[in-house]
Nanobody
Framework: QVYLAESGGGLVQDGGSLSLSCAAS????????IGWYRQTPGKQREMVAT???????NFADSVKGRFTISRDNAKNTVYLQMNSLKPEDTAVYYC??????????WGQGTQVTVSS
């Protein structure tokens, strides 16, 4: 069992930056692909970024060049650095540990609000 806890959300102005953290407990994330996802009311949860156990990354087109994802396996933590934020980035952000390519464990989510 993997327990994930996101932190770092909040309110920021258009063009600002936020850094999210996803801390794991219960099991090591070392060998997992970890993803950040986001969801707004009435819409499906969408992938924002993923990072493999060896540091390979993948980003949604909407965040490429603005967001970076990184991990510290020693701290069992994954980070999402969000720069040049836009109002359309407003959402609840979740981290997930993937098994066999699918999100299997989710955190509780953290709200990110970008004001225009």
């Amino acid at each position: 069992q993997v327990y994930l806890a996101e932190s770092g959300g909040g309110l920021v102005q258009d063009g600002g930056s936020l850094s999210l953290s996803c801390a794991a407990s219960g099991s090591s994330l070392r060998f997992n692909v970890i993803g950040w996802y986001r969801q707004t009311p009435g819409k499906q949860r969408e992938m924002v970024a993923t990072i493999t156990s060896t540091g390979g990354t993948n980003f949604a087109d909407s965040v490429k060049g603005r967001f970076t994802i990184s991990r510290d396996n020693a701290k069992n933590t994954v980070y999402l650095q969000m720069n040049s934020l836009k109002p359309e980035d407003t959402a609840v952000y979740y981290c997930a540990a993937l098994l066999y390519g699918s999100p299997s464990y989710w955190g509780q989510g953290t709200q990110v609000t970008v004001s225009s």
